[in-house]
């Protein structure tokens, strides 16, 4: 059994899917607790989360996820800071509306993005990280309510349709998230 150190129902629906529901998130083993993300990039947020499940649980493999969507002509923003883009604390819808404001004010209608996964393991054979990512466009309006997040304003490469719009299962195949995860699977089929 994995535990998967988010609180993010997105990220858990999404990993659990991933390995085939092999997976609990740490909030169903323990009371849930703040944990302070405050390093510098995607996978030194990722090893805090899972270094901080790990203390509490030594005797399980620990996956974490940080993640967050950067939109370059905006000079690389939310980037590390999506969850928190709006305010500390910011609704997915608050992050959502920020971002498709923001573009307003650039006067931006499409502009290239990419999503980064980056996924940490903490185990009894140490702290390993992977990333993933997807590339495709950001557009200053929400369309479809599927996926999470900033999905319903991210066209992804090769499709004419947002991620609100289209299939978990499209997504799925895909995603900077899956793409991590199945490097990740590498390092678990070693470990386990
Ligand atoms: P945990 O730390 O508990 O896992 P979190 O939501 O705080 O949950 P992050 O700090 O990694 O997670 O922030 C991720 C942000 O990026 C959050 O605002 C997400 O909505 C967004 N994001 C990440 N992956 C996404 C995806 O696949 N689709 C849409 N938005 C995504």
Redesign the pocket.
């Known amino acids: 059994m994995i535990v998967l150190?988010?609180?993010?129902k997105?990220?858990i629906a999404?990993i659990k899917k991933f390995f085939n529901q092999d997976v609990v998130a740490f909030s169903e083993l323990m009371e849930p607790f703040e944990i302070e993300?405050n390093g510098e990039s995607f996978a030194q947020?990722a090893i805090i989360?899972a270094e901080a499940i790990y203390k509490k649980l030594p005797n399980h493999i620990i996956i974490?996820?940080?993640?967050?969507?950067s939109v370059p002509a905006l000079g690389g923003i939310p980037g590390i800071y999506?969850?928190r883009y709006a305010k500390e604390g910011a609704s997915?819808k608050e992050?959502l509306n920020k971002l498709i404001n923001t573009l307003k004010e650039h006067n931006i209608q499409q502009t290239p993005a990419f999503?980064t996964?980056a996924i940490a393991i903490a185990s009894k054979y140490g702290i390993f990280h992977v990333h993933g990512f997807m590339y495709g466009n950001v557009i200053a309006q929400a369309r479809g309510n599927k996926?999470?997040?900033?999905?319903p304003m991210?066209v992804p490469d090769g499709f004419d349709k947002t991620?609100g719009e289209l299939d978990f299962e499209v997504k799925q195949s895909f995603?900077?998230?899956t793409k991590a995860l199945k490097l990740a699977k590498y390092i678990l089929d070693v470990i386990k």
């Not at 150190?5 to 993010?8: E, I, L, R, T």
């Not at 974490?64 to 969507?69: E, N, Y």
């Open positions: 150190a988010s609180s993010n997105g990220k999404e993300e947020n989360k974490a996820d940080d993640s967050g969507i999506s969850a997915d992050n999503y996964s996926g999470f997040g900033y999905d991210f991620l995603s900077h998230r």
